[in-house]
């Protein structure tokens, strides 16, 4: 008696909010390579980039070229905050835009500058825009698990945000864990609430795995019967406006639980390992990423090159 999907839809989203906290810019060209090795790779879904102030994110000021150079053949998202980013999301021609809402007033305001209900009312205009453009909106709400300002987010303030979504049209919603609050009762409770009040309402999970948990946070999804995931390849990431956030849970090491638990992803997972250590070569720091440094359980070492282990 399991809810578990038969199939899950990974989304990556290192190359948006992993290099976002990257301080040394990242040339168009190779961000474009990258994007499309994970493509080649199989990964179906890509929060490829932002369209938010160039001046705020400055690495992610070349959004629209990157567009222009990627491989069509996966979903391109666009994160966008307001109606003025969804403008110019639609005019490079994203396939999809995902507009984002902290859950918690201090953290909406740190990030974006505005209350919750300010962004909510701005957001009427993005859907708008999108509409106009045929490009579906997929609302995410950061912090909702946790804000590191205010501490428990009620999920009955999830529920007014997806309430307002669901009302605007946006065809699905992703509960952002921004800097690592979530925790598997957590992940349990609030997978069930939206269940009961939004049946219909296509749900995914976006963990940051900050304090070490990111994983079983996915488990305790599956167990809902989530099926749509957000990830960073080799476990970039990280919010600049949120203190100790670190990188997102990281997409091989969730690849390779997926599939040792049997959940197709259609993603060739040596491919996906291949990426990381380029990107990793890419950064020139260390990622934390643990399947492409020690491969798969079905990877296995010659006896006598292996020291014996007591531990
Ligand atoms: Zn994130």
Redo the contacts with the bound molecule.
Sequence with gaps: MSNRPARVQVTE?GTR?GFQAEPKFIPTETKVRIINDLVAAGVPRLEYSSFMSPRAVPQLADSAEVLQGVDRRSTMMGLIANAKGARRGVDAGVDELVVVISASESHNRKNVNRSVDESLDGFEEVALIAADASVPVHGAI?TAFGCPFEGDVPFEQIGYIAERFEKLGFHGIGL???TGMATPPLVTGLCRYLRDRFPEMPVAL?F?NTRGIGLCNVMAGLDEGIDKF?SSIGGL???PFAPG?TG?ICTEDLVYLLHEMDIETGIDLDRLCEVARYVEDVVDHRLPGQVMKAGTRARLHALDEARTATG
């Design positions: 989203v909010d950061a952002g864990d921004t976006h940051h957000e990431g990280g919010c956030a997102n």
